[in-house]
């Protein structure tokens, strides 16, 4: 009965990944917009998560602010979903465009003799964050979440493969391949701004967080530095990928400090880019979505 759900469940999927590369890369990110809008936007509605969410982060705005953002940030969401399966072939679309800022600036960093974490936020489209770095001319190795669905799992892997490197499935083992992955000269890119249950309690927008340490820990087993990467959407299909200059040294700092440090970038980008954010999970712990909205 399992394997008849997860078929049931990969078919339309399946039958969706195929419209979205007949159809091509704008015009699929434009029906995941719409979808988006629609659809996702009514369904973020009826759970309350991310107005619950915006309204901790933005006090000050008005339910009908908090909607505008909802909106949009489901029209990003669904972008990013049908961007998925047309990695590969958004190269091809003159409305496509995937351009970097300050990678000069960190270009010694890339080319020394430390392994390289970059560090990012499901924000804009996190997967071009990728495809640039790539483009760039370095292998990339990213540590993923298993999707429950086997189908739909291979089927996100082969979309990803199409611009990195190698994939880690996290959990038993993920840490041990992930050092020497590093330590054969690849780089890593990691999305932390999601919780994690069995984190520690470190303040997001000042208040505490379950967030995940273990990418502290990998950059600190394998004398790697971690550099902030901000992806954002413009346009609709055009993005621009930000490194920062100011590079972290975890090995010189608590992993406490650490954690605090890459907190702020978060909230920094999350307040300057709040349409672009993904506000549909429960970041904090599930007594605060218990409690009413104003």
Same mark, same amino acid.
């Given at each position: ?5 997860? /078929? /049931? ?5 399946? /039958? ?16 995941? @917009?719409?979808? &988006?809008?629609? #659809? ?8 309350? =998560? ?9 006090? !000050? ?21 049908? %961007? ?14 995937? %351009? ?5 600036? =960190? ?20 997967? $071009? ?5 790539? !483009? ?31 994939? +880690?499935?996290? &959990?038993? @083992? !993920? ?12 780089? $890593? =890119? $990691? ?8 984190? #520690? ?27 902030? +990467? ?17 590079? #972290?040294?975890?090995?010189?700092? *608590?992993?406490?400090?650490?954690? /605090?440090? =890459?907190?702020?970038?978060? %909230?920094?980008? +999350? ?19 218990? *409690? !009413?909205?104003?």
């Amino acid at each position: 009965m399992k394997r008849i759900r997860h /078929l /049931l469940e990969y078919i339309p999927i399946y /039958l969706l990944y195929h419209l979205c590369r007949l159809i091509g890369f704008k015009h699929a990110s434009n029906l995941g @917009g719409f979808i &988006g809008r629609y #659809i996702g936007y009514w369904y973020a509605l009826w759970t309350k =998560v991310a107005d619950k969410n915006i309204q901790r982060v933005f006090p !000050s705005l008005s339910p009908d602010e908090r909607k505008k953002i909802i909106k949009r940030s489901a029209d990003n969401f669904g972008r990013t979903f049908f %961007e998925y399966f047309v990695l590969d072939l958004a190269d091809q679309d003159p409305a496509f465009k995937n %351009e970097s800022s300050g990678f000069d600036k =960190v270009a010694d960093y890339l080319t020394g003799k430390r392994p390289i974490i970059g560090f990012s936020a499901h924000l804009g489209n996190w997967e $071009m964050g990728a495809k640039n770095y790539v !483009s760039h001319g370095y292998a990339l190795t990213i540590i993923y979440r298993t999707i429950n669905n086997p189908y739909v799992d291979a089927l996100i892997l082969k979309c990803r493969g199409t611009i990195v490197a190698n994939q +880690i499935s996290k &959990g038993k @083992g !993920s840490g041990i391949a992930s050092i020497r992955a590093l330590k054969s000269g690849q780089h $890593m =890119v $990691m999305l932390v701004d999601q919780k994690f249950n069995e984190g #520690i309690d470190i303040p997001f927008f000042g208040h505490a967080a379950k967030t995940a340490d273990g990418f502290v820990k990998l950059a600190i087993a394998a004398n790697a530095y971690l550099i902030p +990467i901000l992806i954002t959407r413009h346009n609709r299909t055009q993005f621009i990928v930000r490194y920062w200059d100011e590079v #972290i040294d975890p090995t010189q700092m *608590t992993i406490e400090d650490c954690l /605090l440090k =890459v907190n702020h970038y978060l %909230e920094e980008w +999350i307040t300057t880019y709040p349409d672009q954010w993904f506000w549909f999970h429960r970041r904090w712990d599930k007594s605060f979505y218990r *409690t !009413s909205l104003s």
